[in-house]
């Protein structure tokens, strides 16, 4: 049998020797990269103008957007901190690193967690984003973590020793979880997921109050339907169901395109599109979607670090009265994980983006593929548009059920970390989880300061004009 790929770049490991051995050299990692190590943060003297590795990121993006996208980061650190991915892996970089690579969500702040159907609709708490998902040290995804908790938390008005205790039992949740899944035979640790109920009999242990507010998030998101996604976004027209126009967050594409572009597109250049989108499919999936045919299409915003890339919806219609779906296209580009790690093995970003999301997520969409576009020389991934997806605002969470969310998300992560990497050596380098957490939480509130210095940095950036951002929208 083949061997499968090395999973520290710091031991010859090999995920196919014995457990126990891979714990072990786990746990011999402390004596190079000390627990106590992950505590440690100070920008260095040159550290990059957080500035300038944000809007190194505007190029090739949809200009006359970028004002929404500064917009929605300036409204608070929290949102600061979601926009700026790009900056904090280039912090992380100049961190202590154990050298045990799971696959990584690249962007694991707490916003970034959520509730969506799987194929048997049926709900299910995951991460659920991927823009910048690529191989690398576990730890990147987790000190992300509990720094936008920390953020979060400060913005929800709890004290420094509640954030403290936060942080702590995320790292412990984290560590328990990650100990567990090293234990379980291969199959579970797949089949493991997050149900719904079981999220629901967290909060019960929570709070009346935390159990009413989730249970008010499931039933909202079974609500997103396909039927309601086509009734709030399309109305009929001449017979002909219509995306509606709503600038600068939704706009069809006859509006966007003059007469000579759109008849410059021509039939055989959308079925390229169209067949190199169902070729990243399984047949099946192939076979479904050849039931439906494209009618109208809109540019949609959404998002906050994201706006600016281009992201499309597609209403496709079956054979029968009000018989369609809504299909997302959203560019992908590099990650901005790879300029610090081995660039992505796929032959596409978008291909990164759904094979990355697949291995890390417990379900996932069954319409998730890619395509190149040969009209833009762009890669976009596909997807289902808000079918019966949900998030949690976070800001309406008391101290008590916030610290619940934060342990769910915390979970998820060591999930998803299993699948894609070696958990018994992260669980022997953990080991009882006291030392990390301390230091977690050291680097959390650090790196939560920092985060209040760079949204201060954006503030005077857009005061003095070098930024500009439209609030509000």
């Not at 027209?237 to 006859?254: H, M, N, T, W, Y």
Request: aromatic residues 8%.
């Amino acid at each position: 049998m083949g061997k499968d790929i090395v999973i520290s770049d710091k031991n010859d490991s090999n995920i196919e020797e014995p457990r126990s051995v891979r714990r072990q050299r786990g746990k011999d990692l402390r004596k190079e990269v000390p627990r106590s190590s992950h505590g440690e943060w100070a920008p260095a003297a040159d550290r990059p103008d957080p500035i300038d590795i944000l809007q190194a990121q505007d190029e090739g993006r949809v200009q006359r957007l970028l004002p929404i996208k500064y917009g929605r980061m300036v409204a608070s650190p929290f949102a600061f901190l979601r926009g700026s991915a790009a900056v904090m892996a280039a912090d992380l970089a100049q961190t202590p690193s154990t050298g045990i690579h799971v696959q990584l969500c690249g962007d694991a702040h707490i916003s970034n967690f959520g509730v969506f159907a799987t194929p048997e609709r049926q709900l299910v708490f995951d991460v659920n984003d991927f823009d910048e998902t690529l191989p690398g040290p576990w730890e990147w995804d987790f000190k992300r973590l509990v720094a936008s908790a920390i953020v979060a938390g400060y913005e929800n008005g709890f004290s420094n020793k509640r954030c403290r205790r936060i942080a702590i039992a995320a790292a412990e949740k984290y560590g328990a979880a990650i100990n567990d899944l090293a234990e379980m035979p291969t199959l579970e640790v797949w089949y493991f997921h997050v149900d719904a109920e079981s999220v629901l009999m967290a909060f019960e242990r929570s709070s009346k109050r935390g159990l009413k507010q989730m249970q008010q998030m499931f039933n909202k998101a079974q609500g997103k339907t396909q039927e309601q996604t086509l009734a709030k976004l399309t109305r009929i027209e001449d017979g002909q169901r219509r995306i509606i126009s709503d600038p600068p967050l939704l706009v069809p594409l006859r509006e966007l395109l003059s007469a000579e572009q759109q008849d410059a597109i021509t039939e055989e250049q959308l079925l390229a599109i169209w067949e190199d989108y169902l070729a990243s499919l399984p047949a099946d999936r192939r076979h479904l979607l050849r039931r439906f045919h494209l009618t109208n299409a809109a540019l949609r915003v959404g998002g906050v670090g994201s706006v600016g890339t281009r992201c499309f919806i597609f209403i496709m219609e079956g054979g029968a009265k009000d018989d369609a779906i809504i299909l997302q296209l959203k560019e992908a580009g590099t990650s901005v994980l790879e300029q610090f790690w081995p660039t992505s093995a796929y032959k596409s970003p978008a291909q990164r983006v759904v094979e990355g999301q697949k291995l890390m997520q417990a379900s996932s969409d069954i319409f998730l593929g890619w395509h190149e576009s040969q009209l833009t020389n762009r890669y976009f991934y596909w997807r289902q548009l808000k079918d019966m997806k949900g998030s949690m605002d976070v800001s309406l969470l008391d101290k008590r059920d916030f610290e619940t969310y934060v342990r769910l998300c915390a979970v998820c992560l060591a999930r998803a970390h299993a699948r894609g990497g070696d958990a018994a050596a992260i669980a022997g380098y953990i080991g009882g989880g006291g030392p990390l957490g301390e230091a977690m939480a050291d680097f959390g509130f650090a790196y939560a300061d920092q985060t209040l210095q760079d949204h201060q940095a954006l503030q005077d950036a857009i005061a003095s004009g070098r930024v500009v951002a439209e609030t509000g929208i």
